[in-house]
């Protein structure tokens, strides 16, 4: 790696740890999510990286020098009713935000869904994400449905997007 490049990888050591720590702290500093919400933010990486197999279950980390900078997980073994593959864990640090980290990690889940035959990808979020919802709109994901729900651990107001290849 050059200094101040990035490349987009899978997990090393110390990655689980490292997207576990930062969506604990990042979701209870700006939508005071507790403990319950990282103990399943741990859940769902131990899920995952026990089933890596890329392109169908891919785990990817943007890291430079210093380390891990985003993170995006490409599901397609849990699909939805339409056979998309989930797109979650989906998280960057504050130092990387505007770099376009989000969309090359986006590009690269969607591609590695493709790849694996998948009908398209889905993914579960809240309101008041915009630079996620960014993201997600410039990819061509549409919002499918939204309600109010505490799924989160919080009141906030879901919603679903989905992308058909």
Known sequence: MTEGSVEIGGPRPGDLGWLIGLHGRWYADHCGFGLDFERVVAGIAADVSARLAPPRVSMLFARDESGPLATLTADGEERDEAGRGHIRIVIAEERARGLGLGHRLMAEGLAALR???????????????????????????????????????AAVREQRYALDF
């Open 115 to 153: 790849e694996a035959g998948l009908t398209g990808a889905w993914l579960d979020t809240f309101a008041g994400l915009d630079a996620a919802r960014a993201v997600y709109l410039r990819a061509g994901f549409r919002l499918l449905h939204e309600a109010e729900g505490r799924s989160w651990g």
